[in-house]
């Protein structure tokens, strides 16, 4: 080979290196920009795991208490020792999200060295997945710690697939088999498919006497019965459940369900449009598993095809097994929810699983002679490949933007949670679940154990925690107090931090007291801008940090005259800056 042509193929290999480690890094940024440290919705079953363990009365049963439906032992361990080392800052439980997508990205790539010829073709493949391991359309399993759960079943799956193929004995694949099994199903509700799908495998990948083989199937189904058995102890459907009938009573609506629920992680758009767009990517998808699948059936003699084959099957099929799963529990919420964000996460192997099975197939079938030229084979793969990736593209902008609104809604949530001691309603109802309404107990058990990060704020005089604003630099405006006719007030302005890096956090309302001392009485959220990215940057820096709130006159404990203020918020730092103008809200009438 001539230096020059040595050269480029160095050249193309970085590129492709590039390529591969480009989604890990951009999803490491994407948590470190977008995560907040605030325990969330369901979070705070966890926050009462740890009072329990502070007064000593945590025990096994509330360990392994059903928690929606899953069955959570693995994660509630996880999340005690990790929060007792750090306090319980939640961005370490998204840490280990993001390190399990990394365990699944190697898993597949140490899978495609034994399945896939060529270190440059694994490294494109490879790229590839990790575009939708690390999706960001997924946000609210990288931003919501308690999504773990989503990770592990996953993570557990790929770890046995990649032990399968590996030099250790039959006996330790299948020990590491058995154990990683039920890890997945005491973790989460589909984690019961590590059984299902890590045995066939073994089974192809192993060469086990056939005398033994008897012996290892029925093991493998006795501990897994005994694994379901357990999980099913006491097991209770949760009261918000709909009917698992719904399905059977409606079988189209459930095809479509489950096609979109497939589709989802490469469908663009939002709302019906985004739907649209979901139902016909899932069933060309599925329809495509199930040629591959057709395919290695007809061809299931062939040693060698089927050992490259039944671990991306395997792999596929743990997205379609979960969507089996979920669409009967789900249907009646409506079709619309197949789209959730944290579904993708079960979804999108589905889609990685064709990226090899597509490699593998095409590579059977030319040497076999069934396929056009080379050159014809690879216009259309490149064709392909570039739709694919302008379909992610935009589905991967859509999911930064949602993420700025998870973002906006925990930091308004975080506001009102260190405020929960002086607000009369500290946490709007769609923030918490309602079988949360301790939640003033909760916060101030963890504010004692050290676990909220600033501590709460006792006092209403916002004086006492406000910083002054910098000369160079505005906090923000407090521009117009409306009055409804109905009698009520909306406050509008608009509020940034630090010489406008970012929004302010939220806005503090106050009123002043007779001794002049401003009083917190509400908290306003921030607006967040519709539209793409370049829109919102576009934005001057008033128009992009928005802030709006409507109010009663009775919100205020007192009668007379008096002042209203507006204050940026920082919920990081715990401190507020005042935003300039005052408006006057006359007596109570």
Request: hydrophobic share 50%; charged share 15%.
């Given at each position: ?51 329990k ?77 990790n ?21 592990v079943p ?19 694949k ?129 040693r ?38 944290r579904?993708?996460?079960f ?44 379909v992610?593209?935009?589905t ?38 309602s ?61 940034v ?8 956090h ?11 001392a ?37 919100d ?27 408006h ?6």
């Amino acid at each position: 080979m001539t230096p020059v042509l040595r050269c480029a193929s160095k050249a193309g290999q970085a590129l492709t290196v590039a390529l591969v480690i480009f989604p890990v890094g951009f999803t490491a940024l994407f948590i470190a920009t977008y995560s907040v440290d605030v325990p969330y919705s369901d979070q705070w079953k966890t926050a009462e795991l740890f009072v329990k363990l502070a007064d000593g009365s945590l025990s096994f049963a509330h360990l392994f208490d059903q928690h929606n439906e899953f069955r959570q032992l693995f994660p509630h361990l996880l999340f005690l020792a990790l929060g007792t080392i750090t306090r319980w800052n939640v961005r370490y439980e998204m840490l280990v999200s993001f390190l399990l997508a990394c365990l699944v990205s190697f898993n597949i790539y140490r899978i495609s060295r034994v399945t896939i010829t060529g270190t440059q073709k694994r490294l494109w493949l490879l790229a590839g997945a990790n575009l939708l391991i690390f999706s960001p359309v997924q946000y609210e399993n990288w931003l919501f710690g308690i999504q773990v759960i989503y990770l592990v079943p996953i993570a557990c799956l790929t770890t046995c697939l990649s032990v399968a193929y590996s030099g250790l004995s039959p006996k330790t694949k299948l020990t590491i088999g058995v154990l990683l099994s039920i890890v997945s199903t005491f973790s989460s509700a589909n984690g019961i498919l590590c059984w299902m799908l890590v045995l066939p495998v073994l089974l192809v990948a192993c060469d086990w006497r056939k005398r033994f083989v008897p012996f290892v199937i029925a093991g493998w189904t006795g501990l897994c019965l005994l694994s379901l058995s357990f999980y099913m102890y006491g097991y209770r459907t949760p009261e918000w459940h709909p009917s698992l009938t719904e399905a059977l009573d409606h079988p189209a609506r459930a095809l479509a369900y489950l096609a979109a629920f497939l589709g989802a992680p490469l469908a663009p758009g939002a709302g019906v449009r985004r739907l649209a767009a979901a139902i016909p990517i899932g069933a060309i998808t599925s329809i495509l598993f199930l040629g591959a699948c057709a395919y290695l059936w007809a061809r299931f003699a062939d040693r060698s095809l089927r050992k490259r084959m039944i671990v991306f099957i395997a792999l596929g099929a743990y997205s379609l097994g979960t969507g089996l799963m979920v669409m009967p529990a789900r249907l009646g919420f409506g079709i619309p929810q197949a789209l959730s964000s944290r579904y993708s996460s079960f979804s999108l192997y589905l889609l990685v699983s064709l990226i090899y099975l597509a490699a593998i197939v095409l590579e059977h079938a030319r040497a076999d002679g069934y396929l056009p030229s080379r050159g014809r084979m690879v216009r259309l793969t490149s064709a392909g490949v570039g739709v694919l990736l302008l379909v992610h593209a935009l589905t991967a902008a859509s999911g930064v933007l949602q993420a700025r609104v998870y973002r906006s809604k925990a930091l308004y949530f975080k506001a009102c949670l260190l405020f929960v001691n002086v607000l009369r309603s500290p946490a709007p109802a769609i923030l918490i679940q309602s079988s949360h309404r301790d939640l003033t107990a909760l916060a101030n058990a963890l504010n004692r154990l050290g676990y909220l990060r600033p501590s709460l704020i006792d006092g209403k005089n916002v004086e006492e925690i406000a910083k002054s604003s910098q000369e160079t630099w505005s906090a923000g405006a407090f521009e117009n107090l409306l009055k409804t006719p109905e009698g009520r007030f909306i406050a509008q302005g608009w509020a940034v931090l630090q010489g406008g890096r970012e929004p302010a956090h939220a806005v503090l309302l106050t009123y002043r007291d007779a001794t002049q001392a401003p009083r917190v009485f509400a908290i306003a959220q921030m607006e967040v801008i519709p539209g793409g990215v370049m829109g919102v940057l576009r934005q001057p820096v008033e128009k992009r940090s928005r802030w709006q709130h409507t109010f009663a006159r009775a919100d205020m404990p007192t009668n007379a005259s008096t002042y209203i203020d507006a204050w940026a918020f920082d919920t990081e730092s715990g401190k507020a800056f005042k935003l300039t103008a005052s408006h006057v809200v006359g007596p109570l009438r």
